[in-house]
């Protein structure tokens, strides 16, 4: 009866009492590395638990069957893999993927006629443009050609005309004796001196 009331009062006092922040429980943990053997565990010996041969048997030949059932899976799923992956490459699958290969290769072969005839017109439109440009070339030049000839012409031909005009000045046996006449008639004096713009600055007088 005393312990029971005493044991009463450390509760009530427990509880009445301040606490901390945080309650803290105490709580029996394992073993640490460093304590002791227990008392009651210091002559066993640990043995190991005795193996029935029998059940040995029957353990190795469910394992076995396990790995044989585990090896069927794996062959059976590999020749599955395999059979969707020969149908795909040769089955129905492939053959219509063929055809989707030829119609689409159809298809490229006709968009590259269509480029090809495209490129041929433009080609031929290029070459027509350049062959146009080159006659043009062609006529300008002979054009200027023709200009520079009818040019060098009438050159020579001013020049023969003004040939000719000193062709009357010229002495000949014809006019031999009147040109000497003349010249006796007119003296000239061809000693002079003149400056720097050409003018004559000084003429001796003929005696």
Not at 59 to 88: A, C, P, V
Not at 191 to 197: H, L, M, P, W
Request: hydrophobic letters at 35%; aromatic letters at 4%; glycine letters at 2%.
């Amino acid at each position: 009866m005393f312990h029971v009331a005493t044991r009463i009062q450390n509760q009530l006092v427990r509880v009445l009492a301040p606490r901390p922040s945080v309650l803290v429980e105490v709580v029996r943990g394992r073993k640490s590395r460093t304590d002791p053997k227990a008392k009651s565990k210091m002559g066993r010996l640990k043995v190991p638990p005795p193996v029935d041969p029998v059940e040995m048997v029957v353990l190795k030949e469910r394992f076995t069957h396990y790995n044989m059932i585990l090896r069927s899976l794996r062959f059976q799923f590999k020749e599955e893999l395999l059979r969707r992956r020969y149908e795909q490459e040769v089955g129905s699958l492939a053959e219509e993927r063929a055809k989707q290969e030829a119609e689409e290769h159809r298809a490229l072969m006709a968009w590259n006629a269509a480029e090809n005839q495209r490129l041929r017109r433009q080609r031929e439109l290029r070459i027509q443009k350049e062959a146009e440009e080159q006659e043009m070339r062609k006529q300008e030049a002979t054009i200027l050609r023709e200009k520079k000839m009818e040019s060098h012409v009438k050159e020579k031909e001013e020049e023969i005309l003004q040939l000719l005009e000193e062709a009357k000045t010229f002495i000949t046996l014809e006019n031999l004796e009147q040109r000497i006449e003349e010249a006796l008639d007119n003296p000239k004096s061809y000693n002079f001196a003149i400056d720097k713009e050409g003018r004559v600055v000084k003429r001796t007088v003929l005696q």
